[in-house]
């Protein structure tokens, strides 16, 4: 038998609602934000990734799903969203609009050749959003407002927002300095990866995962000392801004992240899953206002965030947060009889197309059994269409819950079905 490759997963049963359920939760959130939704390829020329993600990143040198394709171009299948969305606003000169900033989201999936485990896998879907042209930190307090705003409307309790400062450009580059002066008489010290690291970038030494136990990096200089004052003030006005939304934060200044665009204001949000470690990050983003320029862009800051489905739905199951609940199926109709049929698939469509979700019997099944399934599918009201309904047209209705019983003309179908269940969602709210 042919399986699935591995890291990836089929998505059937009840998950298949979940996931449509909280993609259309964030598409609507977006749509109050005034965001665009933007789509990008799934794969693009591997370069974009080197010189985008960065060449001392884990992602890029350990990661990438890379081929030639037949006409001997290297292609990378994108291992994140933002670059491609970069690039995509640079070709297509987003940067000309009046009505900067531009702001944009996005959801799909997302490759990673990773030692797969729950929460890790090497297919998985992100939704995230990019912003650009605008330096005002109460941006970067919007987009962290975001995923906040998402879990909160979602219910989520154990989350936490972690929030660093990388600093401008001119601050990164006088911690990388220190950096490499530090490092310099330690450099054999470090596991191989790193030596490589400390030439290329030695920032990404602070993230290694074989490195991160060693005495060479308990002393390491902070970032913080390095900041220059302009960035000191980006980052308190971020802060500020968090705490007029009332967003509790918790400011940790190790966290780098596992990408190179990264300035100023960096964040992740943690949930709270027993056991899952590093695979509590439940999204992660910043700003990254050099990054438009080194893709051939003209100068043009940026900040955005992306978050992860599979981590999103391991979360909320572990609150027993059960989202679908309540989006049951409006109306099951039972055909009872070869003749009834072609009237009750009328009547099926015209329910569809008057906005409720209907089901009809497609198994010849009969009453004791169709009730079952109406019960199955936690259906409250049945339509039973046997030949006294199709030729008189009135139909027969049944509230599954209370066993009452309706006579009601086709005429009056939809409005019957209208006032009953605007009457259950009030029951509901
Ligand atoms: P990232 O931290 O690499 O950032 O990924 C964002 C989120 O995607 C993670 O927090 C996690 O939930 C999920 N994720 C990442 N890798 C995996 C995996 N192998 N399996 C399952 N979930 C995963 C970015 O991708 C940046 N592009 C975010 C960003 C946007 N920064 C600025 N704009």
């Known amino acids: 038998m042919i399986q699935k490759p591995k ?20 598409a609507s959130l977006m749509e109050k934000y005034n965001y665009e939704y933007m789509r ?96 005002d930190p109460m941006i970067d307090a919007e987009i962290i407002s975001i995923p906040v705003s ?29 950096l490499l002066e530090y490092f310099e008489p330690h450099i054999e010290t470090l ?39 302009q960035s000191k003030k980006h980052y308190e006005a971020v802060k500020k801004y968090l705490e007029a939304l009332q967003i509790p934060y918790i400011e940790d200044p190790n966290l780098v992240r596992g990408l190179d665009y990264y300035t100023h204001t960096v964040f ?13 990050v439940l999204c992660g983003g910043g700003r990254y206002d050099g990054l438009v320029e080194t893709l051939g862009g003209p100068k043009t800051p940026g900040v955005g965030f992306a978050l992860g489905m599979e981590r999103l739905l ?29 009237y009750a698939i ?4 015209l329910l569809r197309m008057n906005g409720f979700t ?23 009201w049945v339509i039973l269409i046997g030949e006294e309904e199709t030729s008189t047209q009135i139909i027969t209705i049944k509230n599954n819950q209370t066993q009452e019983e309706y006579k009601i003309k086709e005429e009056q179908l939809i409005q019957f079905f209208d006032e009953q269940i605007e009457e259950d969602m009030h029951e509901t709210i």
């Open 268 to 280: 992740e949000v943690e949930a709270n899953v027993e056991g899952f470690g590093s695979r509590n």
């Open 346 to 349: 009328q009547q099926t469509m």
């Open 150 to 178: 998402f879990f909160r409307l979602l219910g989520l309790k154990g989350i936490k927002v972690h929030i660093n400062s990388l600093g401008d450009i001119e601050s990164r580059i006088n911690y990388k300095k220190a």
């Open 358 to 380: 209907v089901d009809i019997d497609m198994m010849d099944r009969n009453v004791k059994s169709n009730f079952k399934q109406a019960d199955r599918y936690h259906t409250k």
């Open 40 to 135: 990008t390829p799934l794969f693009e020329s591997s370069e974009l990734f080197h010189r985008g993600v960065g060449d001392s990143t884990d992602i890029v040198t350990k990661e990438t799903y890379d081929f030639v394709d037949r006409g001997n171009r290297n292609m990378t299948l994108r291992p994140e969203g933002t670059a491609g969305i970069v690039r995509s606003f640079i070709e297509n000169k987003l940067y000309g609009r009046a009505s900067i900033p531009v702001k944009c989201w996005y959801m799909g999936p997302m490759y990673r050749y990773e030692r797969p485990q729950s929460g890790r896998y090497r297919e998985f879907y992100q939704m995230g959003v990019e912003t650009f042209g605008s330096l």
């Open 7 to 26: 890291g990836t997963y089929d998505v059937f049963d009840t998950q298949g609602k979940q996931i449509q359920y909280l993609e259309k939760l964030f």
């Open 314 to 342: 391991t979360a909320l199951e572990y609150e027993k947060i059960d989202v679908i609940q309540n989006k049951t199926l409006d109306i099951y109709v039972m055909p009872m009889g070869e003749q009834t049929k072609e």
């Open 191 to 229: 596991c191989e990866d790193c030596k490589n690291r400390y030439q290329k970038n030695p920032l990404r030494i602070l993230d290694c995962k074989i490195d991160q136990d060693k005495d060479i990096l308990k002393n390491v200089p902070k970032l913080q000392d390095y900041l220059n004052e």
